[in-house]
């Protein structure tokens, strides 16, 4: 079985301040994992996603995370965030190929302040 | 850009009455996927589709709830009859089956109110 856990339900930062939101993961078997943005009022959008080869994933919005092994561990990270980086951020694990279904943590809601 | 379209975006009703949601895929998309999202629960999975075919139903409670594919590009999910519990926010994601790590594409969901 799969589980994630997002260590932090809500992160506050400053305007143009560096992020993390961190995600661990348990999986017995080899791991697709994804990060989604979801702005109030809508639906979950992909972000990025790690399937294999380099463990440092780029995605939209200037965001990155890396994919760590040893610490079962997928943290998303952004060196300056904006106002409108205020959402809930989910991380996701799929343990097969194609759009299986994904187990997904708690989410952790990003709030950007002035 | 494609999108997973969803109707209706918002519905109030009262218990007891019955509640159809309707969800379009994307086109080519050959999985669907129903969730429902509530500050208590966070995102849960009621169900997913794969070619039309219930593939796992597992997370939906069986004696109200139903989900069909009547045709590729029409998804339906079927509260009956409602509960105030199943106020929700209920989404509707697609994607495709095979290859490595396809994403799931969610549309806007349908906030339910049930009175």
């Known amino acids: 079985a799969q589980s994630v856990t997002q260590l932090d339900s809500q992160v506050p930062v400053f305007e143009e301040a560096p992020v993390e939101l961190r995600c661990n993961y348990s999986s017995s078997v080899s791991v697709y994992l994804f990060w989604y943005v979801q702005y109030p009022n809508q639906g979950l959008q992909l972000l990025l996603k790690y399937l294999s080869g380099s463990t440092l994933v780029k995605g939209i919005n200037g965001f990155e995370a890396e994919f760590n092994k040893s610490q079962t561990s997928f943290h998303l990270r952004k060196p300056s965030v904006h106002i409108s980086d205020t959402a809930e951020y989910f991380c996701a694990v799929s343990g097969d190929q194609g759009a299986q279904k994904l187990v997904f943590g708690q989410g952790t809601r990003l709030t950007i302040n002035p | 850009d494609a999108r997973v379209t969803q109707t209706p975006r918002h519905k109030v009703t009262e218990m007891g009455q019955e509640v159809t949601m309707r969800c379009q895929p994307i086109l080519g998309h050959n999985t669907v996927f129903w969730y429902r999202q509530t500050m208590m629960q966070g995102l849960e999975l009621l169900a997913y589709f794969r070619n039309r075919a219930p593939l796992d139903d597992s997370g939906m409670p069986k004696d109200r709830f139903s989900a069909e594919m009547p045709d590729a590009t029409l998804a339906t999910l079927k509260i009956q009859p409602s509960e105030p519990r199943d106020s929700a926010v209920y989404f509707c994601?697609?994607?495709?089956w095979g290859g490595g790590g396809q994403p799931q594409h969610f549309g806007d969901g349908t906030r339910l109110s049930i009175l």
């Open positions: 994601a697609s994607g495709l």
